[in-house]
């Protein structure tokens, strides 16, 4: 059995340390692993997602249209970009949060009655495919334990609550530490804990 976890965002809110994390507990803790990772051309705010595929005889490091368990979103824009990769009444986990992309601004420039993207614009499109989906406010989780850079691991505490999730809280607990700078343990492990305990 594979299980399929595809992550999204934009360039800066730290998707690839997410991915880091899991890879080295799933190493640890003898699971196996392929993930892959594409990036836009900008390293700040440039559309990123990664694919990460857990278990045993996986093969191929990309996730096949319509078999994702969970879409950890970022950045909302972004999930609603990538929810193709979604299997029906599949999970998501939604930051509640826009980064509106340049080309919106320049509309609502020329027209200002040109409305931006809001979250329940995206939701309701969203909820055409799951009704499954969590919604975080991750910057504002982040934000109680003193670090806002922290947001992405606050998703992924809310990942690991997901009950059929292959890793261990404990696990994940263990690796965290490694994997962070070494300033950064305490208010990371917050964030997670944060992530977990949100509803």
Not at 89 to 115: A, C, F, M
Not at 173 to 182: Q, S
Request: one cysteine or more.
């Amino acid at each position: 059995m594979t299980y399929n976890i595809m992550t999204c965002g934009v360039g800066g809110q730290g998707l690839m340390l997410v991915s880091n994390i899991l890879g080295l507990a799933c190493a640890e803790f003898g699971l196996g692993i392929r993930t892959a990772e594409t990036h836009g051309l900008a390293q700040r705010s440039g559309s990123i997602y990664t694919h990460i595929r857990i278990g045993e005889n996986v093969y191929s490091p990309l996730i096949p249209y319509g078999e994702a368990d969970v879409l950890l979103g970022m950045e909302a824009i972004e999930t609603l970009r990538y929810i193709e990769y979604l299997k029906p009444d599949g999970n998501i986990i939604l930051n509640n949060y826009i980064w509106h992309p340049v080309q919106s601004t320049y509309e609502r420039v020329k027209n200002p009655e040109v409305p931006y993207t809001s979250i329940e614009m995206i939701l309701e499109k969203l909820n055409k495919v799951t009704k499954n989906i969590l919604i975080v406010d991750a910057l504002n989780l982040a934000h109680q334990t003193g670090n806002p850079l922290t947001s992405n691991v606050v998703l992924l505490g809310a990942l690991a609550k997901i009950s059929d999730f292959p890793i261990k809280i404990e696990q994940l607990k263990e690796i965290i530490p490694r994997v962070v700078p070494k300033k950064a343990i305490d208010v990371n492990l917050k964030a997670f804990s944060l992530g977990y305990q949100s509803k």
